[in-house]
């Protein structure tokens, strides 16, 4: 009989092989960099047990990337009787790996989740890391592992163990690929054959960069083409690994390595459109742009600029707008179609506020909890010993550190206090209401720009903001030290002649990533006009090696990308899981669908 749990439940051996495998599906390279050849791996039948190289155990393991996180004691029934005999489990768990001659570096007992496409709960885990170079002789982890599991399983259900090189758990990154590399200058044309000549039903992006660990020298890091599949997909794709390597020889790029990953697109943005008529909108980034119309010339309207997909609402936060007229009929339509100047149902149904009401309620929350936090018995009783002596009682004795401490403590809650008082101030609709979408590109709409063979999306939204409300395009640094405070805007600029972007958004703030060249293909799925579904590809551009590990994360979508001088080049779209590559849209592409859209004879950022 099977030796796992119920809990959590447990897939087959073929589901389980390709969820552990999911951040390396497969892969491919001349390189000798061992930490990303395909490693022999396989799931016991029996038991669901998982062993490769760098890391085994069972009967559930989470893929990889996984947080280390606290065990969820609401649902995991046991957890209270497994923290009280933890220590005794703990002297058992090391005598154990100690008689099997296992040098084990640390080992807890901990809850684990996948970064990506997380579990409900955090897997109960005995985690043990531990490192195969220092291992005296070759040892079978995956049996080691089922002696622990056999050790705790009878008493506590749904337990499981994971022994980890701490090797497996480095993220390989995305560094652009150099202009120098003969490949730069090529991908274009290899990316269309690779395009024209495999099955990509399942793939949702198609990607060139220099993909490894070593992020102190880049350049050591292999050339990778990078296949992106659906979190679905049920396969290791080795078959069109292999004609993908025949593209790359045909191209006397044989040494390029290629990796097959499971990953999907994310727009970038928080909490998505007007949620209902208390106007719960985007948690985004929001910037100013203007327009000059041809019925009046010298003369230019302002206004703030975001992605279209940070003010149209999901199908699941609609209900409170269909109950205006025309709001079902609309939404579909600006689907595929823009929104434009006929469309005068827009400003009651896409209305926009900032900050948004969820930001401001969150927040106002937080600092709720760390006044309560901060109120407790015991700084009551360190006042009232502070108090009496004023009072002209002797009764309580405080000593000078207590008296310090609580005083501190009390200026630190008159800070608190005041910041939450701000908040509330502003939590009125005619202080967080912002304005109205007057232009917006459409939600899957797509444009060649220039030369471009292929197309790229257009995502963007004109707000119509109340003249009170506007400002300078400044930038905010949240303490970082940054030369410079206003944005600029040179028509001529184009990201190839420079290499370092930045941008400062509500998530990450201000980052700094380089321009990835070799642009991306992303593969999304459409409708065609007899409901047959199409792959569509668009040319994209991106922002990898990110300075602090991230260039944007959910709530930055719409934040402007600019280079060290100030000029802006783009506008933050959307990015992936597990690569670290952003992608953005050149802000020229997106100004020229403006003037389409709305007639306009120019569009620039506001100064």
Request: glycine share 6%.
């Amino acid at each position: 009989m099977p030796r796992f749990s119920s809990l959590p439940s447990i897939d087959s051996p073929e589901s389980t092989g390709i969820r552990l495998s999911a951040h390396r599906l497969s892969w491919s390279s001349s390189s000798s960099d061992k930490s990303y050849l395909n490693i022999t791996s396989n799931v016991d039948p029996v038991d669901n047990f998982y062993n490769s190289e760098m890391r085994a155990g069972g009967p559930y393991l989470c893929s990889l990337p996984a947080r280390t996180t606290l065990i969820d004691h609401n649902w995991y029934k046991h957890y209270a009787q497994l923290m009280e005999e933890s220590p005794r489990l703990s002297m058992q768990i090391s005598d154990l790996l100690k008689a099997q001659g296992m040098r084990e570096i640390y080992f807890h007992i901990t809850g684990r989740q996948s970064v990506v496409d997380p579990e409900h709960h955090a897997v109960p885990t005995v985690l043990i890391y531990a490192s195969r170079k220092d291992q005296p002789v070759r040892q079978d982890w995956r049996e080691i592992a089922r002696l622990v599991y056999d050790l705790l399983c009878r008493h506590f259900p749904g337990i499981n163990v994971e022994i980890l090189d701490g090797v497996e758990e480095q993220v390989a990154m995305c560094f652009p690929v150099l202009t120098t590399d003969s490949i730069y200058s090529k991908w274009e044309d290899i990316s269309a054959a690779i395009l024209q000549q495999l099955d990509t039903s399942q793939w949702t992006s198609l990607q060139c960069y220099r993909y490894g660990i070593h992020r102190a020298e880049p350049a050591t890091n292999p050339i990778t083409v990078i296949v992106t599949v659906c979190y679905s997909a049920d396969k290791r794709f080795l078959s069109s690994q292999g004609k993908i390597q025949a593209i790359l020889a045909s191209f006397e790029e044989s040494t390029t390595a290629v990796v097959f990953l499971q990953d999907e697109f994310q727009n970038l943005v928080d909490y998505p459109g007007p949620a209902d008529r208390d106007h719960n909108s985007a948690r985004a980034k929001l910037d100013g742009a203007a327009i000059s119309e041809k019925a009046l010339p010298g003369q230019s309207k302002q206004y703030g600029i975001t992605c279209f997909h940070c003010v149209y609402p999901p199908p699941a936060l609609r209900e409170g707008l269909l109950c205006e007229e025309g709001a079902q009929k609309a939404l579909a339509r600006w689907e595929s179609s823009p929104v434009t100047e006929s469309d005068t149902a827009v400003k009651e149904i896409l209305q926009v506020d900032q900050p948004s009401v969820y930001d401001l309620q969150v927040n106002i929350d937080r600092l709720t909890r760390e006044i309560t936090a901060y109120e407790n018995d015991q700084l009551k009783d360190l006042m009232r010993g502070i108090d009496l002596p004023d009072q002209g009682s002797d009764e309580v004795d405080v000593t000078d550190t207590d008296h310090r401490s609580s005083k501190t403590c009390m200026r630190y809650l008159d800070v608190i206090r005041r910041s939450r008082a701000h908040l509330q101030e502003f939590a009125v609709p005619e202080k967080y209401h912002l304005g109205h979408v007057a232009f917006g590109s459409g939600l899957h709409r797509t444009r060649r720009s220039g030369d471009d063979v292929m197309p790229s999306i257009s995502d963007w939204a004109l707000i119509q903001v109340d003249p009170k409300r506007l400002g300078r395009n400044n930038v905010y640094t949240y303490g970082r030290f940054f030369p410079l405070r206003t944005l600029r805007f040179e028509a001529s600029r184009n990201p190839k002649e420079f290499q370092t972007l930045l941008k400062c958004g509500r998530s990450t703030r201000l980052t700094e990533g380089d321009y990835s060249g070799a642009r991306p293909i992303r593969l999304t799925k459409e409708r065609g006009p007899n409901g047959e579904e199409l792959t569509v590809a668009t040319r994209e551009r991106s922002v990898a090696n990110p300075l602090l590990g991230i260039f944007a994360q959910p709530g930055d979508a719409g934040s402007l990308v600019f280079n060290p001088a100030g000029d802006v080049v783009g506008m933050i779209g959307g990015g992936w899981s597990r690569l670290n590559a952003v992608f953005f849209q050149h802000i020229l592409d997106v100004f020229d669908d403006v003037m389409e859209v709305t007639g306009a004879v120019e569009a620039r950022v506001m100064f």
